[in-house]
């Protein structure tokens, strides 16, 4: 029997935390986006709580102190290295295993004896090896298995593991899921699906399937026919993002020189490309914005963007990064009055590397960018975020990140690794 497994990190970067501050086990825990903006992450307790996802974080803090939880800045590099610890020891259960995103990955977990002690063998090396808890779901479509996990780190009697091999515990998953939460299921179907009456996902599956396809389009049936337990999504099918964005706002009044928000773009373009490297992406457009403070009625306004096109869809660090650059250089309006409080890089177009259309045209070879970048990569892994950089990233300080709460490095920076003493 065809069975899929979905491994997923529980509440991940409060774990990655708890990790090296053990004190904080059983304790409130949040974990606040770029520079220190809102609430990303939050620990069980923290949740029970009342603390929202996206909270501001200057609306909370009085009520954080108060309560004495635990307040960290996000740490991407150190939970970036932890990521790649679990997925280690993940990939050693199953030949066929694909990441899907930092916290989670499929497995195949066909054909295996003793499947349930299998998978919690699975659970507890990983647990007792990288400290991270993980929850997994094992069932006979991805969707169903992106069910099963939830309902695993849902229900402590299930250790850690839900298997959903039967369709006696399909059915029974299916009457107490709700329908929005389902996988493939956005905020738009579910709304309409509500107006329907339709409330699980019980309730879906008992539709016809061409009424689901009138009304939630070809990938509502594929979901459809996912929870009815027919694997219809491969591996390469799966959801990417359609856009990547970073974007940042400034410290103060803002920046007011060419230097300073270039040396910001830089680093804002060098992050898109990276995070379309890791996700085996490339983009067929970038925007670069940048922008002045629409509440100083004193200062003068100005509002810059730029459109590039590639003529071969992209994810080369220096490539993303140079046109980056030039478009904001092409815009700027001179040293001075200016003072611009944010800027950000969106790219978008989307596809796969394995799809990028060539160009008989094409100035630049790929095969080696691609060769340079994967060793750029390797060495900034094993060293440290930014350690290999284009000069245009530069290393001021004067548009950086705000993170007054940010944790050590621990398992990437000599200078940040745990001292013992005995």
Not at 185 to 212: C, E, F, M, N
Not at 275 to 288: Q, S
């Amino acid at each position: 029997m065809k069975l899929f497994g979905l491994a997923d990190c529980n509440n991940f970067y409060c774990s990655c935390e708890r990790v090296f501050h053990p004190d904080l086990n059983g304790k409130p825990v949040v974990v606040l986006s770029n520079n220190d903006g809102c609430v990303i992450a939050r620990s069980n307790e923290a949740k029970a709580m009342g603390i929202k996802m996206g909270t501001p974080f200057y609306q909370a803090k009085e009520m954080l102190e108060s309560n004495q939880v635990a307040v960290f800045s996000s740490n991407y590099t150190l939970y970036g290295d932890m990521s790649k610890r679990v997925m280690s020891l993940l990939s050693q259960y199953t030949p066929d295993f694909h990441q899907y995103s930092i916290d989670e990955a499929f497995l195949d977990l066909s054909d295996i004896d003793n499947l349930q002690d299998y998978c919690k063998q699975m659970v507890r090396k990983v647990g007792k090896g990288t400290g991270i808890p993980i929850s997994l779901g094992v069932a006979p479509t991805r969707t169903l298995a992106k069910m099963a996990s939830k309902f695993a780190k849902r229900y402590k009697g299930y250790e850690g593991v839900c298997l959903m091999d039967t369709d006696e515990k399909r059915e029974k998953a299916l009457r107490l899921f709700d329908v929005s939460d389902v996988w493939g299921i956005g905020y738009r179907h579910a709304k309409k699906l509500q107006y329907y009456g339709i409330k699980t996902a019980w309730d879906l599956v008992q539709k016809p399937g061409s009424w689901v396809r009138r009304e939630l389009s070809i990938t509502g049936l594929t979901t459809w026919k996912e929870l009815q337990g027919e694997s219809c999504i491969s591996v390469n099918e799966l959801p990417y993002k359609k856009s990547i964005c970073t974007s940042r706002s400034f410290p103060g009044i803002g920046l007011n020189r060419l230097q300073d928000v270039e040396e910001a773009v830089a680093n804002f373009a060098a992050a898109c490309a990276r995070k379309l490297r890791e996700a085996y992406i490339a983009c067929g457009n970038m925007t670069v914005f940048c922008y002045t403070s629409h509440f100083r009625p004193d200062a003068p306004k100005d509002y810059i963007s730029s459109n590039t096109v590639f003529d071969v869809a992209t994810n080369d660090q220096q490539e993303i990064v140079a046109n980056a650059v030039a478009s904001l250089r092409r815009l700027w309006k001179g040293d001075g009055n200016y003072f611009y409080k944010k800027a950000g890089v969106i790219v978008w177009s989307i596809c796969r590397e394995n799809e990028v259309q060539g160009s008989l045209f094409d100035t630049i070879d790929r095969e080696k960018q691609q060769q340079l970048m994967k060793a750029i990569d390797a060495i900034n892994r094993k060293n440290g975020h930014n350690t290999i950089r284009i000069s245009t990233q530069g290393y001021s300080k004067n548009w950086r990140l705000k993170n007054q709460y940010l944790s050590h490095q621990y398992t990437t920076n000599l200078n940040d690794v745990i001292i013992l003493k005995i």
